[in-house]
């Protein structure tokens, strides 16, 4: 019943912007927290940040503190994941999620988007 879909990946050069999206659909019921997750290739997946139904609460992975703002807009039922500074590092699948609390670890987010490819070139 519930579906996100990300948009907003594409190919960037170090030190360029990006603004992620994610759009969700149904209802979440309790898991109103949305979460953004990355995956390089070889590599496990990763948290990056996470933001509250108000907004209130937000948490940053350290890789990308300074450089990334997570934001929402409830009336539209979307996330965003302004990315700056961008580096050949962040090249990755980015995911986002919902869960019920305000952490990073993976097993609290019960729905999951497909992905949106990021490509950072040097």
């Known amino acids: 019943q519930v579906q996100l879909v990300e948009s907003g990946g594409g190919l960037v050069q170090a030190g360029g912007s990006l603004r992620l999206s994610c759009a969700a659909s149904g209802r979440t019921i309790r898991s109103v927290v949305m979460g953004w997750f990355r995956q390089a290739p070889g590599k496990e997946r990763e948290f990056v940040a996470t933001?509250?139904?108000?907004?209130?609460?937000?948490i940053y992975a350290d890789s990308v503190k300074g450089r990334f703002t997570i934001s929402r807009d409830n009336a539209k039922n979307t996330v965003f994941l302004q990315m700056n500074s961008l580096k050949p590092e962040d090249t990755a699948v980015y995911y986002c999620?919902?869960?019920?609390?305000?952490?990073?670890?993976?097993?609290?987010?019960?729905?999951w988007g497909q992905g949106t490819q990021v490509i950072v070139s040097s």
């Open positions: 999620a919902a869960g019920p609390r305000v952490v990073t670890t993976q097993d609290n987010y019960d729905y």
């Open positions: 933001i509250s139904w108000s907004g209130g609460g937000i």
